[in-house]
């Protein structure tokens, strides 16, 4: 029985099971991808072509397994934010016991140098857009608001991928005054541009959220 359900997996077009994984965002800048694993054996071997900002949605517990025998063992919590170099053949085997989702964005754009303007979230808000991870490729924040605190007005200047670790209810108002909602649960991947805005958090409790700017 085992035997012949490996077949019938190998049967399966790759590109088949891929599809079966929600992708929100597929641009020239990255390729995000909603990916859920279960406990179990080991997945097949496999490598990645390029680097990926790993967003862990749940906790979970995962290992990676690498050709030459060593291991590297993930133990993650909600918005835990990994980065994943592209390499060699691996395998991925969920350990920790249940099913946990990840967001993983696949880098499209080598990156290069960047020069953030006078309005950056980071300088204007510093205690509420907070670095995660910064490389040649990604700035990757991390953003927490207190029930309905406001972020004064401030420049996006990458694009970017938003990325809620919490349910999101914010009131955004542009610089000529129209205002606008925004509304997303945990995981729901949106891209957007370069923008100016301010911000308020419209629920009774805390809201988190990461933001991936894209460099290049």
């Given at each position: 029985?085992?035997?012949?359900?490996r077949?019938?997996?190998?049967?399966?077009?790759?590109?088949?099971l891929?599809?079966?994984?929600?992708?929100?965002?597929?641009?020239?800048?990255?390729?995000?991808?909603?990916?859920?694993?279960?406990?179990?054996?080991?997945?097949?071997?496999?490598?990645?072509?390029?680097?990926?900002?790993?967003?862990?949605?749940?906790?979970?517990?995962?290992?990676?397994?690498?050709?030459?025998?060593?291991?590297?063992?993930?133990?993650?919590?909600?918005?835990?934010?990994?980065?994943?170099?592209?390499?060699?053949?691996?395998?991925?085997?969920?350990?920790?016991?249940?099913?946990?989702?990840?967001v993983?964005?696949?880098?499209?754009?080598?990156?290069?140098p960047?020069?953030?303007?006078?309005?950056?979230?980071?300088?204007?808000?510093?205690?509420?857009?907070?670095?995660?991870?910064?490389?040649?490729?990604?700035?990757?924040l991390?953003?927490?608001?207190?029930?309905?605190?406001?972020?004064?007005?401030?420049?996006?200047?990458?694009?970017?991928?938003?990325?809620?670790?919490?349910?999101?209810?914010?009131?955004?108002?542009?610089?000529?005054?129209?205002?606008?909602?925004?509304?997303?649960?945990?995981?729901?991947?949106?891209?957007?541009?370069?923008?100016?805005?301010r911000?308020?958090?419209?629920?009774?409790?805390?809201?988190?959220?990461?933001i991936?700017?894209?460099?290049?």
């Open positions: 029985m085992i035997l012949a359900m077949k019938l997996m190998l049967l399966i077009p790759l590109t088949l891929a599809q079966q994984r929600p992708v929100p965002v597929d641009n020239e800048y990255a390729k995000v991808i909603i990916a859920s694993t279960s406990p179990g054996p080991a997945g097949r071997p496999h490598k990645h072509d390029m680097n990926r900002v790993m967003i862990y949605l749940d906790k979970g517990a995962q290992t990676i397994g690498f050709a030459n025998g060593a291991s590297k063992v993930i133990n993650a919590v909600p918005g835990f934010v990994d980065f994943d170099p592209k390499g060699g053949m691996h395998t991925s085997q969920d350990t920790g016991g249940t099913t946990f989702r990840i993983e964005i696949e880098l499209k754009k080598d990156g290069g960047v020069t953030y303007p006078k309005d950056d979230m980071v300088k204007v808000a510093p205690s509420i857009y907070t670095v995660e991870l910064e490389n040649n490729q990604v700035r990757v991390r953003v927490k608001l207190a029930p309905h605190q406001q972020v004064p007005e401030h420049e996006h200047m990458l694009p970017r991928v938003t990325v809620p670790v919490t349910e999101v209810n914010q009131a955004i108002t542009a610089p000529d005054g129209k205002k606008s909602t925004s509304q997303s649960k945990p995981g729901d991947a949106a891209f957007g541009g370069a923008t100016r805005h911000e308020e958090n419209t629920l009774d409790h805390p809201v988190e959220y990461l991936v700017e894209f460099k290049g």
